[in-house]
């Protein structure tokens, strides 16, 4: 049987019984490649001694091939010894885009933390720490809990700051609070959760769709300004319910002691899980803060949080805090969506919150949002003194309750049309009406920024 020798990356065959030179062959497979659109132009081509090993010649033949095509101008070299496609069809350029909306000149949209300010410096000591510290076995496959050392490091910190009753092997880490719903909500399903209760108005984009996902009826709650109506949760049938209790979104209710109590007992009586969604009471203003819930109630709490709002969403780290029964199956349920969140950036924030960053960037940071939240206070009383503020306690956004005879949505657009975005409360609502607001978000926005947009809405609104 003739020899063949092919080449991985070009596919160059060769047949060294035939009586075409060898340099001839090399020269027609990568010709061919390249009128055949295989080899796009400016696609780099191996060098030269390497495609010759791969192919058992010298180098000599494929140095003769590459000058030929050079020749030819199908090759081109350049600086440095590279050689690259020049011939054969462009790239294909990318189809057109539709005209963009205009980026709004003053952003008050809810949703995110100040990632400008996020502590580069002190995150690169602890990367640099984590990869010469790290054992080895955590590059490995691990389990799907995650490392333990940042079980351990969240466990200490949400004990101490959210007053939680956290065990770290009762904790799984995971790409962010998304994902984090999405395992569980897989695992209730699974466990005969049919009917899981969300407050209203409520975040729509992470544990609702999850549930829906997860084949699960959702029930809208109301909320008033003591959180969510636990004697309307009794009579929805719900097997497990989400709440914010720390600072409701988007309302900004914190739920007080006596729904705390009754939303325990609704659980411990129904045998129900509570979902603590603990976003941001991590920055508090005028109150002190209020303690988890999972603390109260660790058997029937899953506690959840992330580095979203406290550094930055872009870390992609969350963490669950389990019931014993519920953590195997969520810790198999991440092992099977993703074998594990990142090591080394699970690591590195471990080793972050063990040297109190986490505790300094926080220390930075709620003076420079209260400073926002203060101008936007101001700016509402003076330019929109009808607008009932509320939830300014905590956080990075508020509500400004409208009266009757506005239309939430008729004075987004015509804001939007004055260069300032912001959300209004009607797209969270499940199924429960209720007084229009807007929400505005100032961790992002300077104060005299925020002063300027508060004043181009007022304007907005007085021409409508």
Partial sequence: MAESRTNSELLV????????????????????????????RGSAMPPTRVLAADLGVSRGVVVEAYQQLTAEGYLAS???????????????AAAP?????????????????????????????????????????????????????????????????????ADPEQMVICT?????????????????????????????????????AAGIDVAGIPVDDEGIRVDLLRESGADAVIVTPAHQW???????????????????????????????????????????????????????????KTLAPGLRLGWLVLPSRLTEPVAAAKISADRGSPAL????????????????????????YRRRRDALLAALA??????????????????????????????AEAALRAGVALDTVGPYRISNPGPGGLIFGYATVTERAIADGVGRLARAIRNL
């Fill in 345 to 368: 950036e699970q690591m590195a924030l471990a080793n972050f919150v063990t040297r109190g960053e986490l505790d300094r960037h926080l220390r930075r940071m709620r003076p420079v």
């Fill in 250 to 308: 988007p309302t900004g209710s914190v739920l007080s002691a006596r729904n705390r109590a009754a939303l325990i007992g609704w659980a411990t009586e129904r045998g129900a899980v509570i979902v603590e969604d603990d976003y941001d009471a991590e920055y508090r203003y005028d109150r002190t803060p209020v303690g988890a819930l999972q603390g109260l109630a660790p058997d029937h709490v899953v506690y959840a949080g992330s580095a979203s």
């Fill in 78 to 92: 350049q600086a440095g010894g590279y050689t690259r496609v020049a011939a054969g069809p462009p790239p294909a």
């Fill in 382 to 411: 003076r330019d929109l003194p009808w607008a009932q503020p509320a939830g300014v306690s905590a956080g990075l956004h508020l509500v400004a309750w409208l009266p009757p005879g506005l239309d939430e949505a008729a004075l």
């Fill in 13 to 40: 065959a060769l047949r060294h019984d035939e009586r075409e030179p060898l340099h001839r062959q090399i020269e027609a497979s990568i010709r061919d490649a390249i009128r055949a659109g295989r080899l796009s």
């Fill in 176 to 212: 962010g609070y998304a994902q984090g719903m999405s395992l569980l909500m897989g695992v209730l399903a699974a466990a005969g959760t049919r009917r899981i209760a969300l407050e209203d108005p409520s975040s729509m984009d992470d544990a609702l769709p999850a549930a829906r």
């Fill in 97 to 165: 885009r539709g005209p963009r909306a205009p980026r709004p000149d003053i952003d008050l949209s809810y949703g995110r933390a100040d990632v400008s300010s996020f502590p580069r410096a002190a995150w690169l000591r602890s990367i640099r720490t984590a990869l010469t510290d790290a054992p080895n076995e955590v590059f490995g496959y691990l389990t799907g809990r995650g490392v333990p050392q940042l079980r351990g490091a969240m466990a200490e910190y949400l004990n101490r700051v959210r007053g939680t009753i």
